[in-house]
């Protein structure tokens, strides 16, 4: 974004924030954080990236911390994005606050912040950037389910305060496997009324700066706070957009997962076998092979080097990630399937996440389900799957129940039933 003024040309900068780890998406992010996770077979990150670019904002600062390599290895210089990326770095992890405190000596004027871990359309960033000088500007959306977000009050089109998102619930703090009750009531809503809330995207400039060193920047300090306080001061405009998409927990993935597979375009790679039926935008990469008598129903994406079938079926909303083996007869639908997994013969997964690198064997088996709960006059139910942490072995014949989560390298024995979590390294054989 160009001003001109005083004769001199500004180009708007965009501060990515991408410390975090992503507390409540454990075990997913055990090696890797929140916006590192693939959707689309892509980071999130590279998502928020394009949308910058595409609002012809290509001068960016990525906040880094938690598993810092991870993100500075994927994007580089940025060059192969089209943008120009330099890197500043979060050595504890003290907030929001603290991370954006880190980009000061970067940065002039005008200036966007924007979360690493969350797709926003570039159509609402272009809108926030045409905030007036000397305003800021926080990008809100509309949902039911507020309880896990800030909540925005608004005079008009201008922000009055925003209350901040509850704490973690003790269970997840501990284990970082949230037990589906704790899930429940994190996504409590109240579907007779949707809130406005705070996506964490802003328009500011080098005030903020001076407003943080005041308030104390070095301790545990939220933006979300200094902004709200700092609407008593200034005008701060609040921009709407209804495409914005956020994972809290695991399971969020399935959604960010649907909204990318919506807009992939149909493009057919590698090796197609006879009898193979593929209906709808569908994407195969470069190497793989669909064998024979497969069905694939899109949207649907498959990476490079990954074998299907013979006879299986992939369902709409899925993807499968690179150098992946799914068994023949297996049935895969509303589904995200990351890198180098195999997943054995007659195998039924539904509205599932699997992480990287683990092994699964024949009949294995997700339940989806709508887990019941209720709270004093109100009542809700969510539909899950299950959760399988990445570079786990999980033998033949084994049903998951809906809500379990395995975490992260758990190994579990043939002829399981399994209904509670396993936390990092069981060994449930």
């Known amino acids: ?16 924030l991408a410390a975090g780890e992503g507390r409540r998406l454990r075990p997913l992010t055990g090696d890797a ?25 290509r001068d960016i600062i990525v906040v880094v911390g938690y598993k810092k390599e991870k993100v500075m290895n994927f994007l580089g210089d940025g060059k192969q994005l089209g943008v120009k990326i330099e890197y500043v770095k979060q050595k504890f992890q003290l907030g929001t606050a603290h991370a954006l405190f880190q980009a000061r000596e970067k940065l002039d004027g005008q200036f966007l912040v924007v979360p690493g871990d969350s797709l926003v359309d570039p159509q609402s960033l272009e809108k926030l ?42 269970d997840l703090i501990s284990s970082g496997t949230p037990s589906v009750f704790a899930l429940a009531l994190w996504e409590f809503q109240d579907p007779s009324r949707s809130t406005l809330i705070n996506t964490g995207t802003y328009l ?8 943080l060193e005041a308030a104390g920047v070095g301790e545990p300090l939220t933006l979300t706070s200094c902004i709200s306080e700092e609407a008593s001061r200034r005008t701060i405009r609040t921009i709407s957009t209804e495409r914005w998409f956020d994972a809290v927990y695991p399971w969020d993935l399935l959604i960010l997962n649907e909204h990318v597979l919506s807009s992939t375009p149909k493009e057919i790679h590698g090796t197609i076998e006879d009898g193979v ?30 074998v299907i079938g013979p006879s299986a079926y992939i369902g709409a909303n899925t993807t499968v990630g690179e150098n992946c083996a799914i068994g023949p007869f297996s049935v895969i639908k509303n589904s995200l399937v ?28 997700t339940e989806k389900g709508g887990y019941n709960i209720k709270l004093e006059n109100y009542s809700t139910s969510k539909t899950l799957g299950a959760v399988v942490g990445a570079d786990c072995e999980v033998s033949h014949h084994v049903v998951l129940s809906t809500g379990v989560i395995l975490g992260n390298g758990c190994k579990v024995g043939s002829m399981r039933a399994l209904k509670e979590n396993l936390p990092d390294g069981t060994n449930a054989i």
């Open 204 to 211: 500011m400039d080098m005030d903020i700066f001076s407003r």
């Open 1 to 16: 974004m160009l001003f001109e003024s005083d004769r001199m040309v500004f180009i708007m900068k965009a501060v990515v």
């Open 33 to 57: 954080g929140k916006g590192m996770l693939p959707v689309g077979n892509k980071p999130i990150i590279s998502y928020v990236i394009e949308a910058l670019s595409k609002c012809n904002i």
């Open 129 to 170: 950037t045409k905030v007036s000088k000397g305003e800021w500007g926080v990008l809100v959306t509309r949902i039911s389910n507020s309880s896990k977000y800030g909540v925005v009050n608004v005079k008009t089109d201008r922000l009055t305060s925003i209350k901040d998102k509850p704490k973690l619930t003790e």
């Open 277 to 306: 039926v593929i209906k709808g935008d569908v994407s195969i990469g470069k190497n793989a092979r669909i064998r024979s008598n497969t069905v694939i129903e899109g949207p649907v994406v498959i990476g490079e080097g990954s």
């Open 338 to 365: 990351m890198d180098d997994i195999l997943i054995g013969a007659h195998s039924s997964i539904y509205q599932s996440v699997i992480a990287q690198g683990s092994s699964i064997g024949d009949q294995f088996s």
